[in-house]
């Protein structure tokens, strides 16, 4: 019978609407939430950013593919990036920035342009 009543209940669209935005403002996305990844310069001439979309496993690049003007990194680091509240109209980065992210993290999106910017030592992307 409480089966019944509780399946009776979800099926009605105003209730089914009303609890799933209660559970959204309890668990809200997580667009605000600090990214903190680990830089990694190893001794076989690598530097290695953690993935941005899964956070345990790292992605490594030869160091001979960084920007050469970039400073000397230390041996390790732990980058941290937080999206801007600031309304942002273009971000700006390459085709050539995107191509190397698609090819590198399956994905151009300000995360992984960071991530790859990071790699390269060339900074972070401003959104």
Request: aromatic share 4%.
């Amino acid at each position: 019978m409480n089966k019944k009543l509780v399946l009776n209940l979800l099926s009605s669209s105003a209730i089914f609407t009303s609890l799933m935005s209660t559970l959204a403002a309890i668990n809200p996305a997580h667009a605000s939430v600090n990214l903190t990844q680990r830089l990694i310069h190893t001794d076989d001439g690598r530097t290695c950013i953690t993935n941005p979309h899964g956070l345990k496993d790292f992605v490594c690049i030869r160091d001979s593919e960084r920007d050469p003007k970039a400073a000397p990194a230390p041996k390790s680091m732990v980058v941290s990036s937080r999206p801007s509240d600031n309304n942002v109209a273009e971000l700006n980065f390459t085709d050539e920035e995107s191509d190397a992210a698609i090819r590198i993290f399956k994905c151009d999106c300000p995360y992984c342009i960071n991530s790859l910017r990071q790699l390269r030592g060339t900074g972070n992307l401003v959104y």
